[in-house]
């Protein structure tokens, strides 16, 4: 309950707050901005503090001070400033937010109770696309319990943690109140999605200001999916099992065939669901795509400022995102310098360097202490080089598919109405804007592997798309409304709707019936002895299995953990997963390994069983079993005794 009390805390601070910043705007958005800040603060005020004290109960408290000082401030400073009278919900009808909201809220809350460590008669239980990211996840959420700054991989011994991850240190601020480990996921997790749907929505009003191409483009964007369901019917046509596999196989959902390089997933099943990293990116990047063209539109500075302190704070809530706000500025400063409008093109740069030079001091140093330092030694293995045609390549420069037929079986029908929709001319040119913003993003990701993993350019896609949409939106209407008189454009529309979502709701539909163990009650049961009877710095000899309840359930640190996780983050994990094996099955002729690497503790289940050829004989010797449930043992060591 206390976590839940800290976090209404910062909400009500970012909502005052929005209130008195953004008082010319709505109801709604200022909610929305409001909702979406407090989480920000949430995530950014207790950090400074941490470097102090650790990562503890005090430095939360201490974060959250500061930001009922600052809503403080600014609704002293607005006081005096009028709100425009308008309706809630300002020009937008107010049916829009709810009808296209609400639905996929609730589908979502329920997805992240059953995808969220569900408890099943002690076990723990997730969905098909929480089963690897969340472990990940759960290992940062547990090991920043009252940890230094700069913290650490748990999964990783001395490694410094060079992930973005304030959005998980929000649920330790959580869990370090009391709530349950599960509940510090689930409810910022279904927060952080309802404020995507609902920033999505006010994003494409702005741009759109018709209720029907909001609601195509907000379609397009959450039951996204490409041409898959195609194959997948074709598979039906021979074997009427095939369907069936769709629900209940291990990723064979039309959104998801690698083997038929089927690689573009539906947002919600698989992006914003199980990447929670990407879920507080989009989260506070939409808020900044909506204060750009707010900003462009009225060439107001103060928006600019604004929009700089809000891009600024980015890069360790996720980088992705904040790589992509920069691209797509950087289109949108160019389309404005060519077509100015009223102000001069002097103009409009000031603004935009302005905007550019406080972003760019603002995450400077988040950058330098924590992300190039692991792109650096990622480097190596891919990261910043050259790959054309992301997945589509094979490596050696060979494409799997015909280029464009790639994309479109992919994307799908959207896919083709990008350009005609990006070049109509409409007055204001803010889709233009931007659509010039996301061809640079296509561009960039097209053409650079930003990470050792390339499937992770998806996350430069993605915003692409996101920009484009309220154009297709628009493009679409029109299209309607040319067409009117002529027989089955009824028809058409349905077909085309039916072509462009159906393998993303069977995608989502996949998600809401998949149930997986992923914690045995040997391992829950194991895991709370560890929190509660071991040090919180000690470090644990552990197999490198992904669902490793040592680190991720009980936030202890161990030796080396899953190279699924450490080799796609970039990290050099060779000479301690060689120490792992050589710990494990000959301790007697490498015990100076032990005190090496600091080992305190050794943890041995069926996963460490599996992997390695333990001599249990010298543990029993040399150690002391201080836990044994017949499925998991730990020894506490005392190699010189």
């Known amino acids: 309950m206390g976590g839940i009390l800290l976090l209404c805390g910062f909400l009500a601070c970012g909502l005052a707050a929005a209130d008195a910043l953004f008082r010319r705007h709505s109801g709604l958005i200022r909610v929305w901005l409001g909702l979406v800040l407090g989480m920000m603060l949430m995530m950014w005020l207790p950090v400074p503090f941490a470097f102090w004290m650790t990562f503890n109960q005090t430095a939360q408290l201490c974060g959250l001070g500061v930001a009922a000082l600052f809503a403080g401030g600014g609704a002293w400073a607005a006081r005096r400033a009028p709100r425009l009278a308008k309706p809630f919900c300002g020009e937008m009808p107010a049916w829009l937010p709810v009808a296209l909201v609400a639905p996929l809220v609730l589908l979502s809350g329920y997805l992240q109770y059953t995808h969220v460590l569900r408890e099943v008669d002690g076990a723990l239980h997730v969905g098909q696309s929480t089963y690897g990211d969340i472990n990940l996840h759960l290992s940062i959420i547990t090991s920043l319990q009252n940890a230094s700054f700069p913290p650490d991989y748990a999964i990783l011994s001395g490694a410094q943690l060079g992930y973005p991850f304030f959005a998980d240190s929000l649920s330790t601020s959580m869990l370090l109140f009391g709530t349950e480990l599960a509940q510090s996921l689930a409810i910022p997790g279904t927060l952080m999605m309802a404020l995507v749907y609902l920033g999505f929505v006010i994003f494409a009003w702005e741009l759109t ?20 369901f195609l194959y997948t019917f074709d598979r039906v046509f021979a074997d009427s ?17 690698t083997e038929l390089n089927l690689r573009w997933v539906n947002v919600v099943a698989d992006m914003l669901l199980p990447q929670r990293t990407l879920a507080a990116g989009w989260m506070v990047l939409l808020p900044a795509m909506w204060q ?24 360790m809530i996720h980088t992705h995102s904040f790589l992509a706000l920069g691209l797509l500025s950087g289109g949108a400063l160019i389309y404005q310098a060519i077509h100015p409008g009223r102000e001069t093109r002097a103009a409009r740069l000031q603004n935009f360097l302005i905007y550019g030079a406080i972003a760019v001091a603002m995450a400077l140093p988040q950058l330098v202490l924590w992300t190039f330092p692991q792109t650096a030694e990622g480097g190596a293995r891919g990261a910043l080089s050259f790959r054309f045609n992301w997945v589509n390549n094979q490596g050696d420069g060979t494409l799997i598919d015909e280029y464009f037929w790639f994309w479109i079986k992919n994307v799908g029908l959207t896919y083709l109405l990008i350009v005609p929709a990006a070049l109509a001319r409409r007055k204001g040119g803010m889709c233009r804007t931007l659509a010039l913003g996301a061809l640079l993003i296509y561009v960039a990701a097209e053409l650079v592997q930003f990470q050792v993993n390339v499937y992770d350019n998806n996350k430069l896609f993605y915003v692409a798309y996101m920009a484009v949409l309220p154009a297709v939106g628009l493009y679409l209407v029109e299209l309607w409304q040319k067409l009117r008189g002529v027989r089955g454009r009824a028809l058409f529309a349905a077909c085309f709707l039916f072509a462009s979502t159906v393998s993303g709701a069977l995608s989502i539909g996949r998600e809401v019936v998949s149930d997986y163990q992923l914690y045995s009650a040997s391992d829950v049961e ?15 000899l552990t197999g490198q299995q992904h669902n490793n309840a040592v680190a991720c359930l009980a936030g202890r640190h161990i030796l080396c953990g899953a190279s699924t996780f450490l080799w796609f983050h970039g990290l050099d994990y060779a000479e301690e997963e060689a120490a792992a094996r050589l710990l494990y099955e000959a301790p007697a002729e490498n015990e100076a390994l032990f005190e090496a690497y600091g080992i305190d503790y050794v943890y041995i289940s069926s996963h460490e069983r599996g992997s390695f050829a333990i001599d249990t004989g010298y543990f029993n010797e040399n150690a002391e079993l201080i836990f044994d449930n017949f499925e998991v043992q730990i020894y506490r060591l005392d190699v010189d005794g």
């Open 241 to 257: 099992s095939a369907l069936e596999a769709v629900f209940t196989g291990f990723y064979q959902t039309p959104t998801n065939m």
């Open 209 to 228: 200001r018709k209720p029907a191409a909001a609601v195509l483009a907000y379609v397009l964007m959450f039951i996204n999916g490409g041409l898959g």
């Open 292 to 315: 750009l063209v707010v900003a462009i539109r009225e060439n107001r500075r103060r928006d600019f400022v604004a929009l700089g302190i809000w891009a600024g704070a980015m890069p």
């Open 526 to 540: 194991a895991a709370e002895f560890i929190a509660e009877n071991t040090e919180q710095d000690a470090v644990f």
